[in-house]
């Protein structure tokens, strides 16, 4: 291609740079509005969940057992770290021993992640902080002191008419530190 070639498509180019640049002055003049936070996908669902961690939470707090239990779904499957399945009951026995070896309970939960999961599920990281104060019976001895868990769980939550319901827990780690005193 010459000189005489460049010379002839240059009106060409002109004009297609002409309104490459009057579509971006346009883009730049109309104001840039974010999308409500209700209609971002996740945003609703992420604070049902996290309402559903509060509830468990208070309620263990309260050593509230039926109220704590309520959140999970009659078919729930808790698989601890070792990979051993649990259903709801003996999930149920297993609380209500570890309620009756505390005397306080606090716990934070921190979302990592949610990924949506089938039937409208929410797949859900979660770390949980938890401390407190609570005797430990060991053979004929009781062990009193403070303790600090630190969980990470992979949770799967389903909605039901009563919310959004623990459907299956995998315990990923658990570090369990218990201070006699």
């Not at 409500?36 to 509230?64: E, I, K, M, N, T």
Request: overall charge positive; proline content about 6%.
């Amino acid at each position: 291609m010459g000189n005489s070639d460049l010379v002839k498509r240059r009106p060409f180019f002109s004009c297609l740079l002409g309104r490459f640049l009057c579509a971006a002055l346009a883009l730049a003049a109309a104001p840039l509005v974010a999308a409500p936070p209700s209609s971002v996908p996740g945003v609703a669902d992420r604070a049902a969940v996290q309402a559903a961690y509060d509830g468990l939470s208070a309620a263990f707090s309260r050593h509230d057992l039926p109220r704590f239990m309520s959140y999970f779904t009659d078919d729930y499957i808790d698989v601890d770290e070792k990979g051993t399945h649990l259903g709801k009951e003996q999930t149920r026995r297993g609380y209500r021993e570890q309620l009756g070896q505390m005397k306080t309970i606090q716990s934070r939960y921190t979302l990592q992640s949610l990924t949506p999961a089938p039937a409208g599920g929410l797949l859900v990281e979660m770390k949980m902080h938890a401390w407190g104060v609570g005797e430990k019976r060991i053979l004929f001895a009781k062990l009193h002191g403070a303790f600090t868990d630190d969980l990470w769980v992979r949770d799967l939550w389903v909605p039901t008419p009563q919310g959004w319901r623990l459907q299956r827990r995998q315990t990923l780690r658990d570090d369990l530190r218990i201070r006699p005193r």
